[in-house]
């Protein structure tokens, strides 16, 4: 962030008290601030029995005894898949629309009622089980947003089988290492699904992916989406509608230890192999509802909620899947991208479907902002009455635009803080109890411990800035890294004594209210998609033209940062006064193969030299000046300090 939007930040003196009329009907209340910090462990049990049915009571509550190591409501059992789809239906809500999918194809829709959802999600788990699947194995899924996507999930859960969901805009290779780590024993996919009005194939990667004979895979199952052609392996790939054809209808949900892993899924950390985040049931349940409830306002029997994230990010799994259906939701489930076929498709979903809640990105919001607020003013938003940002940090200015043009200036925006980590919503305003501050993230909700600390491990004062930190467990936190019990220690609790560090800056306003100033690792956060730069270095590296390579996250207008890479080619591959266009556009496809398209830098400068510490440490600081077109800051503790002036001798050369 620029000390620019800094100092903006330090002056933000706009302020939105609550509709008192909001007020009255919210779900969040101001007095459970004082309730959870009187009795945290009496609090969190209250909502787990309030949000989730139990098939066996808890009568512990929190065990850190093993700490960092926590289990939540550890004797209790419970099914993730009857809280989200069968106790509705037993409660006589099965005609109630769970999902208004939205194909992108216009008019390629399909209403999923509770009953619906109920019979799918029963017929899926016996097709898992007739395929050998039991309690413990795991299943990698790796779906466009269709409703088999949420079928799918729940079928695993409902058996207890840990899912991990890999984002479609993955690559095969990408894909390969995720099902290797989790040791998947069965991929869920399609032939393909649409995206900017065509067809695009998702088989193709899993074949690839699996094109190794120590695969742990033993069988592939297919949703037909768009219906194209697809290469077939008799032995081992198996059409869902088949399969689902082939199975029972009726499935008897058995409760699971709270403990028991729901799902895992990979994230990009500091290094360049990914980390494989689980959950656990009881808890990552409870957290889910209970902030969906709060944060969101959710309402099941009035409400049409839409979350906008895929269902492959961490979001998709807590605010599309388990939170909004363990709450009974009625919910937009949408296929595609935003300008497809026009740039007002989202309003017109929010038209056609009467949404009362939306709950998406920044990047999205500065999009819809350089579009025109004549696009938005077009369609009918009247139903629109909480909004919700996640993500990355919201600038104030996209905050009041958001309010103004989609909340007909008037829904209360909650900016939500929260990693696939922390695996729920863990700093918001609550609407209707929180005066709200464009641009800032205020308080940690009811429950949440949330601090700043300076680099001695101190509380900064307000007005100042540091590292955040989590400061008591909750019931959503990631339980571990997926094989890796060490990494999780070291990762999260080593860099303060009892205290989960984030990864992320934060500064405390003169009210106290926190504000997210972005991650202070090596971690990139491009469109509110978190890139290692570490992960895009290895993947550049590997490319037989490249001799090394530094990456880092640049200041970017619309998508918060941008990937820009440095590299050194090899020998006789080119030189950095060449035009090395070609080089360049076959290295950023290279990154897409390796990574996936989301990966792909935006900017690659060729360069003669990387400034590094004596100890051999990139100095990404140095290069993120020179890719944002800064005066390049202290460069004193370079090795070699003729080497940041190469760099931009190379670079002030024309063919770039
Ligand atoms: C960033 C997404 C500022 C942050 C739910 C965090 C945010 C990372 C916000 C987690 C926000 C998320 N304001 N920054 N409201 N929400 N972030 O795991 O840097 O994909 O550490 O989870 O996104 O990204 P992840």
Redesign the pocket.
């Known amino acids: 962030m620029s000390n620019e939007t800094l100092e903006n930040l330090l002056h933000e003196d706009r302020s939105f008290p609550p509709d008192p009329a909001f007020t009255a009907q919210a779900n969040g209340t101001a007095d459970m601030y004082a309730a959870a910090e009187a009795d945290h462990e009496g609090f969190w049990a209250q909502q787990a029995r309030k949000y989730v049915t139990w098939s066996k009571d808890f009568t512990q509550v929190l065990d850190w005894s093993d700490a960092p190591f926590a289990k939540w409501f550890a004797d209790g059992e419970l099914n993730a898949a009857y809280n989200c789809v069968d106790r509705h239906v037993e409660a006589g809500r099965g005609d109630k629309v769970a999902l208004h999918w939205v194909g992108e194809p216009t008019g390629d829709t399909r209403d999923v009622t509770y009953a619906d959802l109920h019979r799918e999600v029963q017929k899926a788990a016996n097709a898992l089980t007739d395929l050998g699947l039991t309690k413990g194995d795991t299943v990698a899924i790796y779906l466009p947003m269709i409703p088999e996507a949420v079928v799918a999930m729940l079928a695993c859960a409902r058996l207890g089988v840990p899912h991990s969901v890999v984002f479609g805009g993955f690559s095969a290779e990408a894909l390969n290492t995720r099902i290797a780590d989790a040791q998947a024993k069965l991929v869920i996919t399609s032939d393909g699904g649409y995206r900017r009005g065509a067809p695009s194939a998702l088989k193709p990667a899993v074949d690839a992916a699996l094109d190794h004979a120590d695969t742990s895979v033993q069988k592939v199952l297919v949703v037909r989406r768009t219906g194209q052609d697809v290469a077939w392996n008799d032995s081992r790939d198996i059409w869902w509608h088949d399969a689902m054809a082939a199975a029972g209808d009726t499935h008897v949900a058995q409760g699971m230890e709270s403990e028991h892993p729901l799902f895992i899924l990979y994230?990009s950390g500091t290094t360049g192999k990914p980390k494989g985040i689980f959950h656990t049931t009881g808890g990552f349940l409870t957290q889910a509802a209970y902030t969906n409830s709060v944060v969101h306002d959710l309402h099941p029997e009035t409400d049409v909620y839409w979350c906008t994230a895929d269902i492959g990010?961490?979001?998709g799994h807590s605010y599309i899947v388990y939170g909004p259906l363990a709450n009974g939701a009625t919910q937009v489930l949408y296929e595609g991208t935003p300008d497809t076929p026009h740039q007002g498709r989202f309003w017109e979903i929010v038209q056609d479907y009467k949404v009362s809640i939306l709950y998406t990105a920044?990047t999205a919001i500065r999009t819809f902002m350089k579009w025109g607020s004549d696009i938005p003013a077009k369609f009918d938003m009247s139903s629109i009455r909480v909004l919700g940002?996640?993500?990355?940090?919201?600038n104030p200015e996209a905050w009041m635009w958001y309010r103004e043009h989609i909340g007909g200036g008037h829904a209360p925006v909650v900016?939500?803080?929260?990693?696939?980590?922390?695996g729920g919503i863990m700093?918001?305003p609550l609407p209707g109890v929180t005066n709200l501050k464009p641009g800032s993230?205020q308080k940690a909700i009811p429950g949440i411990g949330a601090d700043v600390l300076d680099d001695m491990g101190e509380p900064v004062p307000n007005g100042t800035g540091g590292y955040l930190v989590l400061t008591k467990p909750w019931p959503a936190m990631l339980r571990g890294i997926w094989g890796d019990p060490q990494r999780y220690v070291d990762t999260y609790w080593s860099r303060f004594e009892g205290m989960y560090f984030?990864?992320?800056g934060a500064k405390k306003d003169d009210e106290g209210n926190i504000w997210?100033l972005?991650?202070v690792d090596d971690?990139m956060?491009v469109s509110?998609?978190?890139l290692s730069t570490t992960e895009i270095e290895s993947a550049l590296v590997s490319h037989p033209k490249v001799a090394e390579a530094a990456v880092v996250g640049a200041n970017d207008e619309m998508t918060g940062q941008a990937v820009v890479a440095f590299v050194i080619l090899r020998q006789g591959e080119g030189h950095e006064h060449d035009d090395n266009s070609q080089i360049e556009t076959e290295l950023r496809n290279h990154v897409a193969k390796e990574i996936g398209p989301i990966a792909k830098p935006k900017k690659i400068m060729v360069v003669p030299e990387l400034p590094k510490t004596r100890s051999g440490k990139i100095m990404r600081r140095l290069l993120r000046d020179v890719a944002e077109g800064r005066a390049v800051g202290d460069a004193t503790t370079l090795a070699d300090s003729s080497v940041m002036d190469l760099i931009k001798t190379g670079l002030s050369n024309p063919s770039e």
Request: aromatic fraction near 10%; avoid cysteine; glycine fraction near 12%.
């Open positions: 994230t990010w961490v979001t920044p940002s996640v993500g990355e940090p919201i900016d939500t803080w929260w990693q696939t980590e922390t700093i918001s993230a984030a990864g992320d997210l972005g991650r971690v956060n509110g998609h978190r």
